[in-house]
């Protein structure tokens, strides 16, 4: 599974399915599907301390928000202890609900944490550079020059470090930088103008504020302001009609608005990624399940997605459809073994 | 459903930008300040010194504050980007620390009429305004960076910020959240803010003016 | 064609304009040599063409030009990139992608080329370069000539009508410059091309040059075939000056063109002595049995070098045989096997004090040292940094010596390059260090700007001080060279006198010594002629 686009597609349904769920063993199971996966990845890209880390990580999410959370959030039925009221905002009753609720919310946490961190050890730095719309192609060209840079600059504070160190810098104080920085920076923009030059010379599109760019803005303004208003419909408990066209309505504009503005900047590309099967199949397989998903959701068979454990400390209960789709984003494992 | 909104308005502001500033010039300017200013993200974890300072904001304020609003935008959000890519964080925070580096250089240009009005341009008093403001930044970043995971933590469920009982009693618990967790942070990030900008922004201005003029140009054609 | 008439570029910050009144005719597939001192306008002239000059860089321009039909003035750069393509001379700054393949698309893919368009040009172009095995290596790990090489192989895959190079080879050595000018030669027939090109080294392209343009310092520029140009001009290769003293007229730019002459075989064999002044050898720095390695590579072994009081010693060597890892290994900036004396005293790399206060650093980019307000402060920091006083009087003599005393409330980055370079030479000397390391110093530097660089180095060495320079400049290194060393693939393949390394070694022989097999001559003031 190489293609940028099936991983994308990972990436949205493993969002999804995270963030729509509060039962911990539905969250504990995708979470160990994840750690599977990317441990296997690691593996492969030689990183070999990677579960480890992540899992130091996800042990510090976890303590860190149930602390915050019991601290902060006296609901809850089953008392542990009592912190003297009198106490500002810490204080009053420190209930075994709220360690739960905070402990599922690190769970979360560092679940979200863990898919992002898989999606960089897959996609290298360039595939994410060009997964940039072409309606983004300056800002995208922009971010090619940094990267393209970087490394460069990074020698030239080196050089510039031991040249001056030699004339007697005796790098102490905050102000013993500016003999690197200044230098740095002199030099850096210097380049930058020769490097503008040879990009005109090249014929690259400098901006133009024609009369179809600026419609483009005022487009996407509205139609950002669209999604905006469908969600504070939905906070203020208006029928879930309204939002749901509102929201409709403003992605489909802003979707729109990015190929025509694409279109508009003349590119062709010559890297192209290959599609192998086993991506096709993949996102065969994606749609088959969101598909499952909306169905399962309308007969209302996951219920079980919804945990609470306010009022009282209650098991969450599980339903056959909620394991197998909590185990989904550990799918390209499949996959990946025949890479 | 918050983060999607952030995600877009980032978008938005950013495709703004691009269709009413962006040329060679600017790409190449504005892609070499970010690659260094993404090195010295790379010296922050790198460096002994206490946690929280961030060497990030001298430039981005500069820029903004020089610069303009629209630049300082552009300069803070990419900075948070392009050092994720390279560092290889691409997190599902990066959005919000694209907005908030973008708005604190947004926010620079602010700076820059009331540093005309008062006529401090050159003088001490111009490099005293911007490490305030540095330093205001310093903590100011923090609570906004926490104010985007603030609803996943610290709340009971059923209750969102906005149906919760009355503004104030938001802002207290958000304090007392706000203090726990980074305000210690956020101390020494200002205090390395106004180190940093005090010593290095006088001769970084003086750049930035000889640079402007190559980088901007007039036609006369007879 | 392409035609300027009457053209003149005048800057807004300026008082008089850098081009008056150009007349200029260039005729479809001719090879164009542009030269001129720095900053007299070859950059100017050769960005009119391309619409740079006006529309990037401001400025007002009066006149006509006409590039194959097109008018840059009215059209600009964008249109005039679908017929020109402008190579620059910063290898480091012309590149936005981090690999070779990708940068070289770069030009088709902002036109919308094909697909498959973009893939017979770019298999074409890189056939054409010989740039097949690098295809998909990473931009900043190739060495200077083969990234000049993607440069143009990136503006060549829009098949432009005219390439214009602006000083292609000024960052790189003499080998690889030779390789880079002799493919452009090649590509201006396989793709049928009209070449401008601005270079300081001459003798390379010489031969080849169809139109000399040359920009003098003050009066109207001097258009011709290069024979007649060459005549007029105040410093030339080694060839030309050799030709002048025997009164040969036109000057043969070729060596094999040169005629026979007769020298006096017994004066050309006497020992020439370099330096007069010399007398006793007293080793200020010893090197004993100096290995590097990186990791397991080993990039340095046992090398052995002595660098006397009042001596001037040229290291040589090709580009990536270890010079400068060498230099660093010295000053302590990398960690190294072996023994360092320094004034008879082993320094180790724990302090870097005794390098600090004995030997002064100049890097292969001087600008990486200026970062104060005025050249005065430059030197105000040096002392400071070595806690010396600060005496005015000392400073403008000081100054004076680099001929920069009236210049010292300038800001630095505003120089001119051999300005900056002394710039940067009077910043780490002012403390009176005994020992100077110079590395690649003649890096982008004109004629006039070489010969004031080795007449300071010679008047430092009569004051006593010992010098290291690492060159790849050969006829430079003969100017001054009282010893030679040649570091070849990590070790020393030679160190002894001047003479010896500049006849005897092939890759190092000097045009004089070229043009005079088997004498003791290596600069053309070695010269004795019959008749003298």
């Known amino acids: 599974m190489t293609v940028s686009a099936t991983w994308l597609i990972w990436i949205s349904t493993s969002l999804i399915l995270l963030l729509s769920t509060r039962n911990p063993i539905y969250i504990l199971l995708t979470l160990t599907s994840l750690f599977l996966l990317g441990g296997k990845i690691s593996l492969k890209k030689e990183q070999p301390n990677w579960t480890k880390q992540n899992l130091r990580f996800l042990i510090t999410t976890i303590i860190l928000s149930t602390l915050v959370n019991i601290l902060f959030a006296h609901t809850g039925q089953t008392l542990l202890f009592i912190l003297p009221e009198n106490w500002p905002l810490i204080g009053g009753s420190i209930t075994l609900e709220s360690l739960v609720y905070g402990a599922v919310n690190g769970l979360v946490i560092g679940a979200l944490y863990l898919v992002f961190n898989i999606l960089n050890l897959v996609l290298s730095v360039k595939q994410i550079t060009r997964l940039i719309p072409n309606a983004f192609r300056p800002i995208s060209i922009m971010i090619t020059i940094s990267l393209t840079f970087f490394p460069s600059i990074q020698r030239r504070a080196r050089e510039i470090r031991e040249a001056q160190m030699i ?71 208006y029928p879930v009609v309204i939002s749901v066209i509102l929201y409709s309505l403003g992605i489909i504009s802003i979707i729109f608005i990015f190929i025509i503005a694409g279109k508009q900047v003349n590119v062709t590309h010559y890297h192209q990624e290959v599609w192998h099967p086993r991506d096709i199949i993949f996102v065969g397989l994606s749609f088959i399940i969101a598909g499952a998903m909306i169905g399962l959701i309308r007969t209302d068979c996951l219920s079980s997605f919804i945990y609470s454990p306010y009022p009282n400390l209650s098991f969450p209960e599980i339903s056959v459809f909620g394991f197998i789709l909590s185990a989904v984003p550990g799918i390209p494992l499949i996959f990946i073994s025949h890479d | 459903m918050v983060s999607l909104i952030l995600v877009l308005c980032l978008i938005l502001l950013l495709f703004e930008t691009q269709s009413s500033l962006l040329d060679s010039k600017l790409i190449a300017f504005l892609g070499v300040l970010i690659a260094i200013n993404a090195g010295l993200r790379f010296l922050e974890n790198a460096l002994p010194g206490p946690a929280g300072v961030s060497p990030i904001f001298f430039l981005i304020i500069l820029t903004g504050y020089f610069f303009g609003s629209r630049i300082g935008f552009l300069m803070g959000a990419m900075t948070m980007f392009v050092s994720g890519l390279i560092t290889g964080g691409v997190g599902p925070w990066l959005p919000g620390q694209m907005i908030t580096a973008g708005w604190l250089g947004q926010s620079s240009a602010l700076l820059k009429p009331l540093v005309q009005g008062l006529k401090w341009q050159h003088k001490t008093e111009e490099i005293i305004a911007l ?38 009693e938001s802002i207290g618990r958000y304090s007392a959240y706000y203090i726990a967790t980074s305000l210690v942070w956020d101390i020494t990030r200002s205090i390395g803010n106004i180190l940093i900008i005090g010593f290095l922004s006088r001769p970084m201005l003086r750049i930035f003016e000889r640079f402007e003029k190559r980088f901007s140009f007039i036609i006369v054609e007879t | 064609m392409i035609n300027l008439q009457d053209v003149s570029i005048q800057y807004p910050e300026s008082p008089s ?13 001719t090879l164009n040599l542009v030269t001129g001192a720095s900053g007299s306008g070859k950059s100017t002239l050769l960005r009119c063409i391309n619409g740079l000059i006006p529309h990037f860089s401001g400025g007002k321009i009066g006149g006509k030009i006409n590039v194959f039909g097109r008018n840059p003035i009215t059209a600009g750069p964008a249109d005039l990139a679908k017929i020109v393509g402008f190579v620059f001379q910063d290898p480091e700054a012309q590149f936005v992608y981090d690999v070779v393949e990708d940068e070289i698309v770069f030009m088709m893919e902002n036109t919308g080329t094909s697909r498959p368009t973009m893939q ?7 056939q054409k370069l ?18 000049q090489l993607v440069a143009i192989a990136s503006v060549l895959v829009g098949l432009p009508q005219v390439v214009i190079l602006d000083e292609p080879t000024s960052q790189l050595d003499p080998q690889t410059a030779d390789l880079l000018l002799r493919i452009v030669v090649k590509l201006k027939k396989e793709f049928d091309l009209t070449i401008l090109i601005a270079e300081h080294r001459l003798e390379r392209l010489l031969p080849y040059t169809d139109q000399m343009i040359h920009i003098p310092e003050q009066g109207p520029l001097q258009i011709g075939p290069p024979e007649e140009i060459l005549q007029n001009m105040s410093l030339v290769p080694p060839i030309v000056e050799i030709a002048r003293k025997y009164k040969i007229s036109p000057p043969p730019i070729r060596i094999s063109d040169f005629p026979n002459v007769t020298i006096d075989t017994a004066a050309s064999r006497k020992n020439v002595n370099r330096n007069p002044e010399k007398n006793q050898k007293t080793p200020l720095l010893k090197v004993n049995d100096l290995s590097v390695r990186f990791g397991t590579q080993p990039i340095l072994n046992c090398i052995n070098l002595a660098l006397n009081q009042g001596e001037i010693l040229t290291l ?49 980019n001087p600008n990486d040292l200026l970062f104060a307000e005025t050249i005065l402060d430059e030197l105000h920091i040096t002392l400071k940094n070595h806690s010396q006083n600060i005496n005015d009087d000392e400073i403008t003599k000081f100054l004076k010596f680099f001929n920069l005393e009236d210049k010292q409330n300038h800001y630095p980055r505003d120089l001119s390059v051999g300005e900056r370079q002394r710039t940067a030479l009077a910043a780490i000397t002012i403390h009176d260090p005994p020992i100077i390391f110079l590395d690649e110093p003649t890096r982008g530097l004109d004629y006039a700007n070489k010969k004031t660089l080795a007449e300071r180095l ?8 010992a010098i290291l320079v690492v060159t790849h400049d050969i006829e430079f290194a003969a100017q001054l060279a009282d010893r030679v060393a040649i570091l070849e693939k990590g070790e020393i393949i030679f160190s002894g006198s001047p003479t010896k390394a500049f006849t005897q070694f092939p890759a190092y022989q000097t045009q004089t010594a070229r043009l005079f097999p088997g004498t003791n001559w290596i600069i053309p003031d070695d010269l004795t002629l019959l008749n003298d």
């Not at chain 1, 103008?193 to 090249?202: C, H, I, K, Q, V």
């Not at chain 3, 060597?317 to 082993?346: D, M, V, W, Y």
Request: aromatic share 10%; hydrophobic share 45%; charged share 15%.
């Open chain 1, 167 to 237: 004339r007697g810098n005796k790098m102490k104080g905050v102000s013993d930088w500016l003999p690197i920085i200044i230098p740095l920076i002199v030099t850096s923009l210097e380049n930058a103008f020769m490097l503008s030059e040879s990009l005109t010379a090249r014929g690259f599109y400098s901006k133009s504020s024609t009369n179809i760019s600026n419609l483009n803005l005022i487009a996407l303004v509205f139609a950002v302001f669209a999604v905006f208003a469908g969600w504070i419909f939905r906070l203020y408990n």
């Open chain 2, 131 to 168: 490490s305030i403001f540095g330093a205001i930044w310093g903590i100011l970043y923090g609570v906004i960076m926490n104010l985007w995971f603030w609803p996943f933590l610290g709340t009971t469920p059923g209750q969102t910020w906005l149906q919760s009982a009355g503004l104030m």
């Open chain 3, 17 to 29: 304009p850098v081009l008056d009144k150009v007349n200029l005719e260039i005729q479809p597939g």
């Open chain 3, 120 to 126: 017979a040009r770019l298999d074409d172009v890189c």
């Open chain 3, 130 to 147: 010989g740039l097949e095995s690098i295809r998909m290596k990473k931009i900043q790990n190739l060495s200077g000539g083969e990234k």
């Open chain 3, 316 to 364: 040589m060597g090709p580009n990536s045989a270890g010079k400068t890892t060498l230099l660093r290994a010295i000053l302590g900036l990398n960690a190294s096997k072996g023994e360092i004396h320094l004034f008879g005293e082993l320094i180790n790399d724990k302090s870097l004090n005794p390098v600090i206060s004995n030997i002064a650093y100049l890097p292969q």
């Open chain 3, 458 to 465: 010679i008047s430092w060495r009569k004051t006593g001080k």
